[in-house]
């Protein structure tokens, strides 16, 4: 485990603050996907995506060139609707990002050629979107076919990210096919695989049942060791069948902050918005994190252990400065006790 990140973002935890910036940049996209959780009603509590106002051209570079610089995330994800349709902005903001020293990721669904430019920003990935193999993903995202996208990520180095539904786990070896198809593709740096994630109550068709998630996580642990661009750790495999309880439990959702189009409204409770179902949830970012969590760092010390406790200390900063837990809502004045702010001091030192 490289000890420097965990340093830096138990450093900004410490602060009060965020590690990671997710900017739903824009609220458009070409595709009408099902199951895309950005366009469902609850995404912004009582609305969604779709109905926000947006930035373009350069106003929409100096705002959140300004956003970055007043959180200065350690990481910035661009998401949307598809960050794609402002590429023109994007060729602007992601050099002058990349100049910052912020590790950017681009989410992206391909739907268009991505600049050849971007293949020499230092710190920036592509990760592209793809719903299986193709009969299924050129039903599922129209007009993004596989011949595109294919084409489209030529001379680039990307991350394929796939969300597994339980329609892919009805055809058995559907998962050897598709690793094997994108591991041959010179354009993939890396594989990566998540678990579609319901709301609370929902039980789209996408969802897989508890014995269907233990299947697919069970096969993942064979074939990463088939596939070395599946980018996806026995640790990290493993925190699946048992995910974080709630936001509140989850280290992704507590070192990030998402904003959507207009640059200021929050979606909370982490990036799904709305009232996801935690005991379903399939975020590989949520899983990542979790695993690092539980590894050992110094002695018996863990990585969570240390990011808890930075975290305890990070809001009691913030209640002292009568902010809100990382210092985004107004919040009581009144400072920690004394003694546990002592006690979480010494653990954090």
């Given at each position: ?60 570079v100096r705002r959140v060139l300004a956003l970055v610089d007043e959180q200065q995330p350690l990481h910035l994800s661009i998401v949307g609707g598809d960050p794609l349709v402002r590429y023109r902005e994007l060729e602007k903001l992601l050099p002058q990002l990349s100049q910052r020293g912020i590790h950017v990721q681009v989410v992206t669904s391909a739907f268009r050629p991505i600049p050849q430019s971007w293949a020499y920003i230092p710190q920036l990935r592509i990760s592209v979107s793809v ?219």
């Amino acid at each position: 485990m490289q000890i420097k990140p965990i340093l830096q973002t138990w450093g900004r935890v410490l602060g009060g603050r965020v590690p990671t910036l997710s900017i739903e940049i824009t609220r458009e996209c070409p595709l009408r996907c099902p199951g895309c959780y950005a366009y469902e009603d609850a995404h912004l509590g009582e609305t969604n995506l779709r109905s926000l106002s947006d930035f373009k051209g350069d106003e929409l570079v100096r705002r959140v060139l300004a956003l970055v610089d007043e959180q200065q995330p350690l990481h910035l994800s661009i998401v949307g609707g598809d960050p794609l349709v402002r590429y023109r902005e994007l060729e602007k903001l992601l050099p002058q990002l990349s100049q910052r020293g912020i590790h950017v990721q681009v989410v992206t669904s391909a739907f268009r050629p991505i600049p050849q430019s971007w293949a020499y920003i230092p710190q920036l990935r592509i990760s592209v979107s793809v719903d299986g193999l193709q009969p299924e993903h050129d039903v599922r995202r129209k007009p993004a076919t596989y011949d595109r996208i294919l084409r489209n990520i030529e001379g680039h180095q990307v991350a394929i990210h796939c969300t597994i539904t339980s329609a892919m786990v009805q055809r058995p070896g559907y998962l050897r096919e598709f690793l094997a198809f994108w591991s041959e593709n010179p354009a993939t740096e890396k594989v990566w695989m998540s678990i579609f994630t319901p709301q609370r109550g929902a039980n789209p068709i996408e969802c897989l049942s508890i014995e269907e998630r233990r299947q697919v996580i069970a096969e993942l642990l064979d074939l990463r060791k088939v596939f070395p661009k599946l980018d996806m750790s026995e640790r990290m495999l493993r925190e699946f069948l048992a995910p974080p309880k709630s936001p509140a439990d989850c280290i992704f959702a507590r070192t990030t902050r998402t904003i959507s189009a207009d640059l200021k409204t929050r979606v909370e409770p982490c990036q799904f918005g709305g009232d996801p179902d935690c005991s379903r949830c399939g975020c590989i970012a949520s899983m990542g994190l979790a695993a690092i969590g539980n590894r050992k760092v110094v002695g018996p010390l863990t990585a969570g252990y240390v990011f808890w406790a930075s975290a305890a200390i990070g809001d009691a900063w913030q209640r002292i400065k009568g902010l809100g837990p990382r210092g985004d809502r107004p919040g009581e004045t009144l400072p920690p006790v004394q003694e546990e702010r002592d006690e979480l001091v010494k653990i954090a030192s």
